[in-house]
């Protein structure tokens, strides 16, 4: 196996502090908001402390990166974000490793992502299920796309080993391992007839899909190929570990169209036809010519790129080891400088304090308006019991009114009551003494009448 891709990664890690920490002239990028992304703390920057290894387009302004850190064992993962602010970004999955490449199917239905222990991921965008296959790919994958049905998937290892993988059956359905070193990229021929793969031996290799059978081999340089894209009519370019972006016609021996000032890390077709180089050092090579003889130099981008996108002519993101996915921008002929890294990081210092200073004064208006109803309540239960006992004092003065009431009613009765029997008792006996009177007076008058 060539191992020259593996130490040039161990010669990233040895300089992971170095790389993207020097800021030179760039075009103009979409800075950073910090925003409070995906439920984290104001300081837990999406990007913060992860690169931006490869790029995938979405639909509707979205794209997809994959994520790793300096430790390629360390978990990965998988984010979307906004064409229009890179920090208009949520994680969607995690993987047990760095995650190496991303890319999504041709109708953009599905995500699918490798990591460094061959782990593959395949995720739906419109529901966000996440499948995990452990192994699938036995070893490092740094190599994915989808087919032109977006039923099946190629992917190469570190190992040489390319493989056809059904999304249906959950599988591999074909693989085959070449005798030219690590698989570096893939790219589907326009007909998705024919798989081009790149290698870490300089060696591309043409097969055909998906059966995986051998068409040619095309010796492009000594030094691994970091890329490869189609153009049209089954034009080919490469990027190599060399600087060099090389054209390969049909039947044609690979041209020299550009001389970057590092590895080639990346290349991307423009919408339009053309094509975008970046060098891992972050410099920025264009042409929008349909078939370019030869690269300009369009921007000296960000350090530490990995991967590119070209969204059209004039807009390209670039995918970095510390500043996130960084957009490159020109309006006319005028190419903006972008802010550097310590600039972003004054930035995502100012907008953590602020966010702070909004999560203060939010938590002291809720305290406030928590005192404020609690004070509230307090009065409404006072005046409420104010009331109560208003109430409770008014109905007791009615009842001992009835009662008052009641009482001189019951003794007026009783009164008449009393007077009247007193009466009719005096009516009585005065009664009873007249009849005995008249008695007596009868008795009286009686003898009399005798004589």
Not at 182 to 187: E, K, L, V
């Amino acid at each position: 196996m060539n191992m020259q891709p593996f130490l040039s990664f161990i010669r990233l890690n040895c300089f992971t502090l170095l790389l993207g920490c020097v800021a030179g002239p760039l075009v103009c990028v979409v800075g950073p908001s910090i925003a409070n992304l995906h439920a984290q703390e104001p300081t837990e920057w999406l990007w913060f402390d992860r690169w931006v290894t490869s790029l995938a387009p979405g639909s509707d302004g979205t794209l997809y990166a994959s994520l790793a850190t300096g430790m390629p064992h360390r978990e990965g993962a998988v984010a979307k974000f906004s064409d229009e602010n890179p920090d208009d970004a949520k994680e969607l999955y995690k993987q047990p490793a760095a995650v190496w490449a991303v890319a999504t199917s041709p109708d953009k239905s599905m995500i699918g992502s490798t990591d460094y222990q061959g782990n593959l991921a395949i995720s739906s965008i419109s529901s966000g299920e996440t499948k995990h296959f452990p192994k699938a790919f036995t070893s490092w994958t740094r190599a994915i796309a989808f087919a032109a049905d977006s039923k099946h998937m190629a992917a190469g290892n570190e190992s040489g080993t390319v493989f056809a993988w059904s999304v249906g059956e959950e599988k591999s359905i074909a693989s085959r391992e070449l005798a030219s070193g690590q698989i570096m990229s893939i790219a589907f021929s326009p007909n998705g007839e024919t798989l081009a793969v790149a290698t870490g031996s300089g060696k591309l290799q043409l097969v055909k899909w998906p059966t995986l059978e051998s068409i040619k081999e095309v010796t492009v340089g000594t030094q691994p190929l970091w890329s490869v894209v189609y153009g049209n009519n089954n034009l080919l370019w490469v990027g190599g570990a060399d600087g060099t972006v090389k054209r390969i016609a049909s039947d044609s021996e690979p041209v020299e169209i550009a001389k970057l000032n590092d590895w080639v890390t990346s290349l991307s077709t423009l919408p339009g036809g053309g094509l975008v180089a970046v060098s891992m050092r972050g410099q920025v090579k264009r042409s929008s010519e349909a078939d370019p003889k030869k690269l300009l130099d369009w921007a000296a981008g960000p350090k530490g790129a990995w991967g590119v996108h070209a969204i059209n002519s004039d807009r390209i993101v670039v995918a970095t080891r510390s500043l996130g996915p960084s957009v490159l921008q020109s309006v006319g002929q005028l190419q903006y400088v972008a802010k550097d890294l310590e600039t972003k990081k004054a930035e995502r210092k100012a907008a953590a304090e602020k966010i702070a200073a909004e999560k203060a004064a939010a938590e002291k208006a809720a305290e406030e308006k928590k005192a404020a109803e609690k004070l509230a309540a307090e009065r409404a239960e006072a005046e409420k019991k104010v009331e109560a006992e208003k109430k409770a004092a008014a109905d007791k003065a009615a009842a001992d009114k009835a009662a008052a009431d009641k009482a001189a009613a019951d003794k007026a009765a009783a009164d008449k009551a009393a007077a009247d029997k007193a009466a009719a008792d005096k009516a009585a006996a005065d009664k009873a003494a007249a009849d005995k009177a008249a008695a007596d007076k009868a008795a009286a008058d009686k003898p009399k009448a005798q004589e």
